[in-house]
């Protein structure tokens, strides 16, 4: 039945987002462009002559790639799940999603699939065969490895979206909390080995923005340190948090406001 459900709202905002194709179009190259700008920082790097030691560019383009993937995937899915909460909290209205027969998470979920995201995705699959044409898979391992990486990636980026969304809860004013998370997210898109110490250890075990794009890029490339493998559990319970935390805060709710 929930999956009857999720079918018919994908397919509800896909129909409404194909009734207006250019305005659909449109959304997704402005989405890819704005997403995408900081791939220029990279080129320009690689064409004045300077690199990231130790890491060609076609390398640096895959851990990009994954990255980018694993963001519009979250995108798609999760992103539009806090300015929905918010709007239904400010208005004191998030009663109309209690009143729904289902999990008001999964109703959220379900009822806000972003389709403007799509050309994040498709822009992600295009760098991502890019790359992996010039670098090739070290082995089948290899794929393996990055699979269940790019999945505790993708894990990490739910954790972070549930997070945010369930802070409207009891904090309305949290609309630049986005922009934070960028901010945080900015280290995954490159390599972690170029940091200092103290960011390669935030970026590994404490906030593992280095999971969404350098460990699965790292796998693939045969460069992995099979200890990583740990993190993988790490990244699915802050997953599992951030939605335990959201059902947590709607049994907080009191009405406008929070």
């Given at each position: 039945?929930?999956?009857?459900?999720?079918?018919?709202?994908?397919?509800?905002?896909?129909?409404?987002?194909?009734?207006?194709?250019?305005?659909?179009?449109?959304?997704?190259?402005?989405?890819?462009?704005?997403?995408?700008?900081?791939?220029?920082?990279?080129?320009?790097?690689?064409n004045?002559?300077?690199?990231?030691?130790?890491?060609?560019?076609?390398?640096?383009?895959?851990?990009?790639?994954?990255?980018t993937?694993?963001?519009?995937?979250?995108?798609?899915?999760?992103?539009?799940?806090?300015?929905?909460?918010m709007?239904?909290?400010?208005?004191?209205?998030?009663?109309?999603?209690?009143?729904?027969?289902?999990?008001?998470?999964?109703?959220?979920?379900?009822?806000?699939?972003?389709?403007?995201?799509?050309?994040?995705?498709?822009?992600?699959?295009?760098?991502f065969?890019?790359?992996?044409?010039?670098?090739?898979?070290?082995?089948?391992?290899?794929?393996?490895?990055?699979?269940?990486?790019?999945?505790?990636?993708?894990?990490?980026?739910?954790?972070?979206?549930?997070?945010?969304?369930?802070?409207?809860?009891k904090?309305?004013?949290?609309?630049?909390?986005?922009?934070?998370?960028?901010?945080?997210?900015?280290?995954?898109?490159?390599?972690?080995?170029?940091?200092?110490?103290?960011?390669?250890?935030?970026?590994?075990?404490?906030?593992?923005?280095?999971?969404?794009?350098?460990?699965?890029?790292?796998?693939?490339?045969?460069?992995?340190?099979?200890?990583?493998?740990?993190?993988?559990?790490?990244?699915?319970?802050?997953?599992?948090?951030?939605?335990?935390?959201?059902?947590?805060?709607?049994?907080?709710?009191?009405?406008?406001?929070?």
């Amino acid at each position: 039945m929930i999956i009857n459900i999720y079918k018919t709202c994908v397919a509800t905002a896909m129909s409404r987002a194909l009734s207006y194709r250019l305005n659909f179009v449109l959304s997704m190259l402005i989405t890819l462009c704005f997403n995408l700008f900081f791939l220029l920082t990279t080129i320009l790097i690689y064409n004045s002559g300077a690199s990231f030691p130790g890491w060609g560019f076609y390398e640096v383009l895959l851990i990009q790639s994954i990255f980018t993937l694993s963001l519009a995937l979250a995108y798609v899915l999760f992103s539009n799940v806090l300015w929905s909460t918010m709007q239904y909290i400010r208005e004191g209205s998030f009663e109309v999603v209690l009143l729904r027969p289902v999990n008001p998470l999964f109703f959220l979920i379900a009822t806000n699939f972003d389709t403007g995201s799509f050309g994040l995705l498709i822009g992600g699959g295009a760098m991502f065969g890019i790359a992996i044409a010039h670098t090739g898979v070290a082995s089948l391992a290899a794929l393996a490895q990055f699979f269940l990486l790019f999945v505790a990636g993708f894990a990490v980026m739910t954790g972070f979206q549930m997070i945010m969304a369930a802070t409207s809860f009891k904090w309305v004013g949290n609309s630049r909390l986005p922009d934070i998370l960028d901010s945080i997210l900015s280290f995954g898109k490159y390599p972690v080995s170029i940091f200092p110490q103290a960011i390669k250890t935030l970026a590994s075990y404490i906030i593992p923005v280095g999971m969404i794009g350098f460990y699965p890029a790292s796998a693939l490339l045969g460069r992995l340190n099979p200890m990583v493998l740990i993190s993988v559990f790490p990244c699915i319970l802050f997953m599992l948090f951030g939605i335990w935390l959201y059902h947590y805060m709607v049994k907080l709710y009191e009405g406008v406001g929070g």
